[in-house]
Nanobody, 118 residues
Framework: EVQLMESGGDWVQPGETLTLSCLGS????????MNWVRQAPGKGLEWVSGIISDGRWTYRPTYADSVKGRFTISRDSARNTLYLEMRQLRPSDTAVYYC????????RGQGTQVTVSS
């Protein structure tokens, strides 16, 4: 059974940095392209970032335009862990963040709340 567990969400002020983590289990983590999606209050799921295998044990990050240049996705396959470093946070980044095995968030964890407010 695929299990994903996010952590690291918090309340922060605009401009601050926060790093999220996601521990995966029940599948071969290194073989799966991983994503972060988020859901802001009253809105649907939004894809944020993905990290895609190129088939040679290296990975290529991809980002939504809204976070490009501010967020950095990474993974540690030895620890079955996915990360999302979020810099220069804005109130519009407030959402529940999920790690997922696809861009639609079809298979995702329980989420972690990020609130950006002064």
């Amino acid at each position: 059974e695929v299990q994903l567990m996010e952590s690291g969400g918090d309340w922060v002020q605009p401009g601050e940095t926060l790093t999220l983590s996601c521990l995966g289990s029940g599948f071969t983590f290194s073989s799966v392209d991983m994503n972060w999606v988020r859901q802001a209050p009253g809105k649907g799921l939004e894809w944020v970032s993905g990290i895609i295998s190129d088939g040679r044990w290296t990975y290529r990050p991809t980002y939504a335009d809204s976070v490009k240049g501010r967020f950095t996705i990474s993974r540690d396959s030895a620890r079955n862990t996915l990360y999302l470093e979020m810099r220069q946070l804005r109130p519009s980044d407030t959402a529940v963040y999920y790690c997922a095995t696809d861009r639609l968030g079809t298979v995702r964890g329980q989420g972690t709340q990020v609130t950006v407010s002064s």
